[in-house]
């Protein structure tokens, strides 16, 4: 009796110091804490990478339309920062940003959804692959502490203070933020100008990825080629090739080819839309999300010879005149916008100044680097054996979580030389 009378101590113990210290086994980067996910669905996850898809589809096409130029961006950085804005947001300011956003604020199942996907994308993996979340506020606001623990635990936004007064030393503290969280890969995000003397909160996501190909590109047979920028426009570039004896995913319409690129450990991958017609400012108008959906569920494996170039690209967007001309007019109106869910102040005080979104990517022989910090700044397809694909003229791309089926980066090749 002795015996198990101290047997069931021991486990009493252990069981009250894991529940004390809030030990959590689930699988992911060891070490590394977790978001809360607990009431997430494979259903759920579905549906909010649903979301956030479509509302890469709709921000890409408020872009473009205005840009003849490359464009790249991380919708999931933008969407993410975004949606720690909105469970701020009251009233007509939360139901602009619903409708734009489509997921219900303050929702256990949807924001848990938001914790499993932040979960599966920070694991150890044969690629890298980290995002991260940060809120900083200016000292002594009332800012409600639920409203900072909510964003703590279902987007792992830890908040630091900070003296918005010294905009200097603010930007070199949220800039170093950013350079840690996307590997060096973007500096100086934020200049002392794009912080207005009434800021009192800047949200900041960060999202890096570094991947190389499942196959990759012999770097003996990429050569310089013509790519058509438009009609009988050409540029010289490194144009990249593989052999035709290479299995893809691969499909195609009367108007577009659709390739899929694996990356190792086959969890993310690229996916390139070429149209047949070599215009791809009319695909531009036509594309929706439910073709990309179409296009991934009719992909059949084939060989295929890619040729692609190698490029570099890195943009910076301030994007809130395209937010608002999605819908999103009242949370950047002053004496208009609610956002009275984050502090204990006047409802009207606080609106979104700006939305500043920055993303690199190189993507060459061996695989791909890409990586992108986003802020909302708060202020008072009968075919040969194989087939080609001759990626030799604007294209559109995309990179894909694939277990989750989210767009975490997307963009345009216009002119791989820009």
């Not at 047949?276 to 073709?291: A, C, F, G, I, P």
């Amino acid at each position: 009796m002795t015996f198990i009378a101290l047997v069931v101590l021991v486990v009493v113990i252990v069981s009250a110091c894991i529940h004390f210290f809030n030990l959590d086994f689930r699988s992911g980067v060891s070490g590394n804490p977790h978001a809360i996910d607990t009431y997430a669905t494979n259903k759920s996850v579905s549906s909010l990478s649903r979301s956030m898809n479509s509302f890469a589809f709709d921000l890409y096409n408020h872009i473009s339309q205005t840009n003849d130029n490359n464009v790249f961006f991380s919708p999931y950085s933008i969407f993410v920062a975004l949606a720690m804005t909105y469970e701020g947001a009251r009233h007509d300011t939360a139901m602009e940003m619903q409708s734009v956003l489509n997921f219900s604020q303050n929702n256990d199942t949807a924001l848990c959804s938001f914790g499993r996907i932040y979960n599966l994308l920070n694991q150890d993996k044969e690629y890298i692959l980290n995002t991260a979340n940060a809120l900083w506020i200016q000292e002594n606001f009332p800012f409600h502490e639920r409203y900072l623990q909510f964003l703590k635990d279902y987007y792992m936004a830890q908040a630091t203070n900070v003296s918005f007064a010294s905009p200097d030393e603010a930007a070199q503290l949220i800039n170093g933020w950013v350079e840690k969280n996307t590997y060096g890969k973007i500096k100086d995000f934020l200049s002392v100008s794009d912080i207005d003397p009434l800021t009192v909160m800047i949200l900041t996501n960060a999202i890096y990825f570094k991947g190389l190909w499942k196959t990759p590109f012999d770097t003996e047979e990429t050569r310089e080629e013509d790519f058509e920028t438009s009609p009988g426009e050409t540029v010289s570039v490194p144009m990249m090739h593989s052999s035709s004896n290479i299995r893809y995913n691969y499909t195609e319409t009367e108007t577009v080819q659709v390739l899929e690129l694996p990356y190792k450990g086959d969890s993310l991958s690229m996916i390139i839309v070429l149209p047949k017609n070599h215009d791809l400012s009319n695909l531009e108008q036509m594309v929706t999300y439910q073709d990309f959906i179409g296009w991934k569920e009719s992909f059949t494996t084939r060989n295929v010879r890619v040729s692609i170039p190698r490029f570099s690209l890195e943009t910076r967007y301030q994007l809130k005149e395209f937010l608002m001309s999605m819908g999103m007019v009242t949370p950047f109106t002053p004496f208009s916008a609610d956002f009275s869910g984050m502090a204990d102040t006047d409802s009207l005080n606080l609106y979104i100044g700006r939305v500043i979104h920055q993303a690199v990517v190189d993507v060459t022989e061996e695989g791909t680097e890409a990586a992108a910090a986003t802020s909302v700044h708060m202020v008072l397809t009968s075919v040969p054996d194989y087939v080609v694909f001759e990626g030799d003229h604007p294209f559109l791309f995309f990179i894909q979580h694939k277990e989750t089926g989210t767009i975490l980066f997307m963009g345009k090749i216009q002119n791989p030389l820009d």
